[in-house]
């Protein structure tokens, strides 16, 4: 079966990348023997850190199998950066656009043609206030069936050690020298899936797989027991909506009862008053 060609692009940015971090970090790989020799495959990435995709890029380089990731379309548009990501073949993806299912099309073709395409399922930076992989998109799972290809979950930790995600200045802290940790797993089972429609609840059950699959490999990185079920941070932001729409209309109400309990006596000293005046 194909491959693709390690290239020159990719050759530079690793002449570029690879001395920066073997000085600067240690590595913990594991798993490498999980990555496929030959054909396409899908890996499947957690992400916790800015700095983790080029953790997973340095491990997936030595593996002799170069990742094509999919990247925000503007990535590909500034200066060296762009230069790089359109030379190394990244897929652009142009989120909540008519062109969004182009970046679909194009991990399948790369898939066809013998390429690893790289995804990360959750669609962005863990919202899990543990750093644990939260609720993924269905993107992956999409290609996965429409490909058939191998998903090999693959997990990564320490990054974030060195560049906290959602920190307010995205400053790199290099000591003590942090461990970049990449452990990859066996291709998840997805083959009772392959001859079902791709409904709604099917992609959120291949997701699921394979969201679980990554997880499982992190708690082993991590040496910690995985929460039962993964994050859902669209139901966080509705919980903290809600909360702060109570909170409002709490604080609201306050005045208006202070302003009700400063009325009463004056009207109390008003009725006094005109008894009084009514006496006289």
């Known amino acids: 079966m194909s491959r693709r060609r390690i290239g020159f692009w990719y050759r530079l940015a690793a002449v570029i990348c690879k001395p920066p971090l073997l000085v600067l970090f240690k590595r913990d790989w594991q798993g490498m023997e999980h ?9 499947a990435v957690n992400h916790n850190s800015y700095l983790d995709p080029l953790s997973y890029a ?43 299912a182009n970046a679909f099309r194009a991990a399948v073709t790369a898939i066809h043609k013998g390429e690893c395409v790289a995804f990360y399922p959750e ?7 543990d750093l644990w992989p939260m609720q993924g998109k269905t993107g992956a799972a999409r290609v996965a069936l429409l490909t058939k290809a191998p998903v090999i979950p693959v997990a990564q930790w320490g990054a974030h050690e060195a560049m906290p995600p959602y920190a307010k200045e995205k400053k790199l802290q290099l000591l003590p020298r942090k461990t970049l940790r990449v452990k990859a797993g066996p291709p998840v089972d997805l083959s009772a899936y ?46 903290e909506r809600r909360a702060a729409r109570e909170a409002a209309k709490a604080t609201a109400a306050e005045p208006a009862a202070a ?10 000293r008003s009725t006094q008053q005109a008894q009084e005046d009514e006496g006289k």
């Open 194 to 239: 392959y001859d079902q429609e791709p409904t709604a609840e099917v992609l959120r059950a291949v997701t699921d797989l394979i969201m679980g699959a990554i997880t499982e490999q992190l708690a082993q990185l991590r040496g910690e027991t995985a929460p039962t079920a993964p994050y859902d941070w669209r139901k966080a932001i509705a919980q």
């Open 259 to 268: 302003t009700e309990g400063a009325i009463a006596p004056q009207q109390a």
């Open 123 to 129: 669609g962005t930076l863990t919202r899990d206030p």
């Open 58 to 100: 340095h491990y997936q380089y030595n593996t002799g199998r170069v990742p094509r990731f999919l990247a925000k379309a503007g990535l590909f548009k500034s200066g060296f950066v762009g230069l790089m990501m359109r030379g190394t073949g990244q897929i652009p993806v142009y989120r909540e656009t008519t062109d969004a």
């Open 35 to 43: 990555i496929p020799a030959d054909g396409g495959f899908i890996t």
